[in-house]
């Protein structure tokens, strides 16, 4: 896959606080790309800058080929944006409201009715349609907001943290549309999220701390270098494990021992095979990732 964003040492600062500091990074075409970071790591001003709502300091952006300091036009047509606070209008009825954000792209007439009723099935609004923005819930809401992003068929779909507070439902729709759209379109997805269940689903993560790169790389290679693995013995004995002279964590009907990685599980498991007759091996968690290499734990987006 070629790289469809390129992104070579960023910085911005807001008079003494550096908020970005020096970032590279590449996305592929048609991957799901994360960051992950709490509320304040940079997430959201990089991406500003790359929607050219914020001027960077130091740097250079280039998306799908063009240069943001020369094509900035053309880049904004490639980009669907997500933004955490909605940029529609409360007092328009959701029909209007995306009726006019369709109109900037030269969609109109026909062409509009027909890619409104593409996204009001996908995304279930139909019903919506004539209601005003400002009574909605907050979960219907986000929806159109993901409608406002996908009208012009973007390259590059911007999520900036997008199911943050939304019920599991509206959640759930929102990434199986998501995912349909980059398997049917190889549509790009850049995400800024804290919940780790969502990066944990990303084919690149990029871990940001006070506005720097702390560490990079798929899930996978994430968790190996950073965590180790666990073994969940069920109905365990205890007095085996403990002459052994293994640590583990009592959970309910369990016992749960960390090993470095699987190598070592699997070594385990070979030397003592009286002791595994009901257990399972797991990996490290996100969040496990995010405490070994920040020194900090993600609640909500809040440092803790």
Not at 125 to 149: H, M, N, P, T, Y
Not at 207 to 224: F, R, V
């Amino acid at each position: 896959m070629s790289d469809i964003i390129e992104i070579n040492h960023l910085s911005k600062s807001f008079g003494e606080v550096r908020a970005v500091s020096d970032l590279s990074f590449r996305v592929k075409e048609g991957e799901l790309f994360a960051f992950l970071g709490i509320n304040g790591a940079g997430k959201s001003t990089t991406i500003n800058i790359m929607c050219g709502q914020l001027s960077k300091d130091e740097g250079e952006i280039i998306i799908d080929g063009n240069n943001l300091d020369t094509g900035a036009d053309q880049i904004k047509r490639e980009l669907g944006v997500v933004f955490q606070d909605s940029r529609l209008d409360l007092a328009l009825s959701v029909y209007d409201n995306l009726q006019s954000r369709a109109s900037l792209y030269g969609i109109t007439g026909e062409a509009f009715e027909k890619r409104l009723g593409e996204l009001s099935e996908l995304l279930d609004f139909k019903e919506l349609l004539g209601r005003a923005l400002g009574k909605l819930s907050g979960g219907q809401r986000r929806r159109i907001d993901v409608a406002r992003a996908l009208i012009h068929k973007p390259k590059i779909l911007i999520l900036d943290e997008p199911t943050t507070g939304l019920d599991p439902r509206t959640r759930k729709l929102l990434w199986n549309v998501i995912s349909s759209l980059r398997k049917e379109e190889n549509m790009t997805v850049f995400l800024t999220t804290h919940y780790r269940e969502e990066a944990s689903d990303a084919d690149y993560i990029v871990i940001l701390d006070s506005g720097k790169i702390c560490a990079e790389g798929t899930p996978l290679e994430l968790k190996n270098a950073y965590t180790g693995d666990f073994i969940t013995i069920y109905g365990a004995n205890e007095e085996k494990l403990t002459s052994l002279g293994l640590k583990y964590d009592k959970i309910r009907d369990a016992c749960r021992i960390f090993v470095p990685n699987t190598s070592a599980a699997t070594e385990l498991i070979l030397k003592n095979p009286e002791l595994f007759c009901d257990y399972e091996i797991t990996k490290g968690k996100m969040d496990d990732v995010f405490l070994a290499v920040t020194g900090k734990v993600l609640v909500g987006g809040e440092e803790k």
